[in-house]
């Protein structure tokens, strides 16, 4: 049974909002259509992180799914202050579900990506901060942390076509073992699972929350091994 509660999937015009937006990519453009990114994609967007949250609540009860623009729902105003690509706005919607104490960007959660020929389905930390990063890296070399996070991500992987992600630097950081077993993830400077398939079909159902609470089930492992790292850190 489904709890999407007011959820009856995104709408057929919220991707071809973007690739009409990708085509003309200006204020001017936006101001003209912004009725229609209201009715095609915020409102789908919020009534999607308020079922989805209740359904993930289930598994992860201190996740949060704050339908505000900066809390789950990510701004569609790029920020170009240090872009080379001045385009103002994103070509995607995209949502994230945080648990943990801290800034939301810095905690474990889930996240859902959409735009015109893909969506992708991830969970995790995408960058640590300075001070996590070491903690991250201390709980690798972990007599009982690093088995336990060995263990998270088979269990992951066996579960479908996943992906790990965020590795990043070349060499094992100063100070550690390079010959350690798990010196290839000391080479990380955040941690993921995640899935980028075609945009499916029920992306525009009710049961896109089924669809996605399936892969977030999967990648629930690394999230809790990440959300207790996280805690002790606290």
């Not at 959820?7 to 936006?30: I, V, Y």
């Not at 949060?64 to 240090?82: K, Y």
């Not at 995640?194 to 609470?213: A, K, R």
Request: aromatic fraction near 12%; hydrophobic fraction near 35%; charge should be neutral.
């Amino acid at each position: 049974m489904s709890d999407q509660t007011d959820f009856t999937g995104f709408p057929e015009g919220c991707l071809d909002f973007f690739k009409d937006l990708a085509r003309d990519n200006s204020k001017t453009w936006f101001d003209v259509h912004r009725r229609d990114y209201e009715e095609l994609v915020l409102e789908p967007a919020r009534r999607f992180v308020v079922a989805m949250g209740r359904r993930l609540k289930t598994i992860s009860p201190g996740v949060h799914a704050d339908p505000r623009a900066n809390q789950s729902l990510f701004r569609i105003n790029r920020d170009t202050r240090f872009s080379k690509d001045k385009t103002p706005y994103k070509t995607n919607v995209a949502v994230w579900f945080w648990e943990g104490s801290g800034p939301r960007m810095d905690c474990s959660g889930y996240y859902m990506h959409a735009e015109p020929s893909r969506i992708f389905l991830g969970a995790g930390i995408h960058c640590f901060s300075k001070n996590r990063l070491q903690t991250y890296r201390e709980a690798v070399v972990d007599a009982k942390q690093g088995p336990a996070l060995v263990r998270a991500l088979k269990r992951v992987e066996k579960a479908g076509p996943y992906t790990v992600g965020n590795r990043r630097y070349k060499k094992v950081p100063r100070g550690f073992d390079p010959e350690h077993k798990n010196a290839g993830l000391l080479l990380h400077d955040g941690l993921s699972v995640g899935l980028e398939t075609e945009v499916p079909d029920v992306f525009h159902q009710p049961e896109f929350v089924d669809y996605c609470f399936t892969h977030y089930q999967a990648f629930q492992p690394l999230h809790d091994w990440l959300l207790d790292m996280t805690e002790r850190e606290a």
